[in-house]
């Protein structure tokens, strides 16, 4: 355990503190100016979390992450002690270099040095299920819930400045671009995932078609800023803190943030190897209930500060705490002029504007498999094969039986498995009921 991480954990641990606030914390609506729940600060419990025959199987599992704030519940679950609390104490939380090498770790698996699951873009856990980015080779995952909404942005260098490539722009500058030899180069994470995602809908929404006009580039996160100063991309796709770092350090501007495309948007979930879980059920189920609390914690702003303190340490993210911490409190410097101060545009974690962040509605990982098809990156029986394994991959009854063994009121526990219709800033609108009407509608595809 990193030495940060130990000081935490044992402050935690000795903290005179009470339990976790749990029952009747969340059954209050967001606040309407600050999209935060109205709720005291979740408290590290110095007692255990465990009922009689609660016990997990195992007291350590190994969790991947990468170094964007949609990793916050896992490392704070570790640090503050809630993996500890039900019966967990030994819980690796693990930083990965890149995507591709959280993808091979689970795919290797704890026992072969990998890992057991962890932090994950959509729809990852499908193609990991279907072996369709492990070379063939199967590996069934479990999705157990959401972690958070928002925190992204789309980056663009400095030399598009005073262009008004914003939100909306005319298509045009991409052209001429194209035109006189200069294609626009846009970098996201991981391929074929929702930060691809991001920025494709971005560009085809405002009329430019990402495979003919752009050139599209995977850059690991921690990488991009350095990439744009020395101007390799003219964009980049990823988590906060990146994009607020390139303002910071004058590199570039903040385009669009993904709650501006897309308001309280699925982003990144937690995931387990199905054979793990099914091995070790309740030790999955006091995993899922330490993020719940860890997801709590972080979504209260009383906390943002020691939250942007805690992951900004070299062993976690490594970046300096105030470019955090403007983030986390949803305070943006886009770097054209524009300001934003709007805690519903920062990364959120446990509630939204539409209720349940942490809850895994199936009817998000149908979009991310729509939209995959979109692009053909699944192609039709793919795209068949992947939806048929929604009801298995996600587990929202874990999630369920969780929520009420650690006292969610009834009304914070979602009743469906769809959010129901999203609609999008270009007025396109997803009906989880009807996919192909979505399909039909966005005017550049693949399909």
């Known amino acids: 355990m990193p030495s940060f991480q130990r000081r ?17 914390c969340m059954g209050n609506p967001p606040d309407e100016k600050s999209g935060a729940s109205k709720q005291s600060a979740p408290n590290v419990s110095t007692g255990s979390g465990l009922k009689a025959g609660e016990e997990p199987e195992v007291k350590t599992a190994k969790l991947g992450y990468l170094p964007i704030v949609e990793s916050a519940p896992l490392i704070i679950a570790s640090v503050k002690g809630f993996f500890a609390k039900y019966g967990m104490p030994d819980v690796k939380v693990e930083k990965q270099a890149n995507w591709g090498a959280a993808r091979d770790n689970v795919k290797i698996g704890s026992g072969g040095g990998g890992t057991d699951g962890g932090q994950w873009q959509m729809p990852m856990p499908y193609l990991i299920t279907d072996g369709v980015i492990t070379d063939g080779n199967k590996i069934p995952m479990y999705v157990l819930c959401q972690l958070n909404t928002q925190g992204n942005g789309i980056a663009l260098a400095n030399k598009h400045k005073g262009k008004n490539v914003g939100l909306k722009f005319d298509p045009k500058y991409f052209a001429d671009l194209k035109a006189s030899g200069n294609r626009f180069k846009a970098a996201y994470t991981f391929p074929k995932s929702n930060q691809e995602f991001w920025i494709r809908y971005w560009l085809a929404a405002n009329g430019v078609d990402p495979d003919e006009m ?41 385009s669009a943030l993904s709650g501006d495309l897309w308001p309280s948007h699925p982003e990144e979930y937690f995931a387990l190897r199905k054979d793990w879980s099914d091995k070790n059920p309740k030790a999955t189920k006091a995993l899922l209930k330490a993020l719940m609390e860890a997801q709590q914690w972080c979504d209260n702003f009383d906390n943002r500060k020691e939250l942007a303190s805690i992951v900004s340490q070299r062993e976690y993210f490594g970046v300096p705490e105030a470019v955090l911490e403007g983030p986390l409190m949803g305070r943006y410097d886009m770097g054209e002029g524009r300001k934003i101060d709007d805690r519903k545009q920062a990364v959120l974690y446990w509630k939204d504007s539409k209720g349940s962040t942490s809850y895994p509605y199936q009817s998000h990982d149908l979009w991310f498999l729509t939209e995959s ?10 795209y068949e094969t992947a939806k048929a394994l929604i009801p298995t991959v996600n587990r929202e009854d874990i999630w369920k039986q969780c929520a009420q063994e650690i006292g969610i009121p009834a009304a914070d526990i979602p009743t469906s498995t769809s959010r129901g219709i999203e609609e999008f800033f270009d007025g396109i609108k997803f009906d989880p009921a009807n996919p192909d009407t979505y399909l039909k509608d966005v005017k550049i595809k693949r399909v």
């Open 8 to 24: 935490q954990f044992l402050f935690a641990m000795g903290a005179v503190a009470g339990s976790v606030a749990l029952k009747g």
């Open 214 to 254: 752009v050139d599209l580039l995977t850059v690991p996160a921690s990488q991009t800023v350095a990439d744009m100063k020395r101007g390799a991309m003219d964009a980049f796709s990823t988590g906060d803190p990146w994009p607020n770092r390139i303002v910071a350090e004058n590199i570039g501007f903040i």
């Open 373 to 382: 098809h979109r692009w053909n990156f699944l192609d039709k029986a793919q």
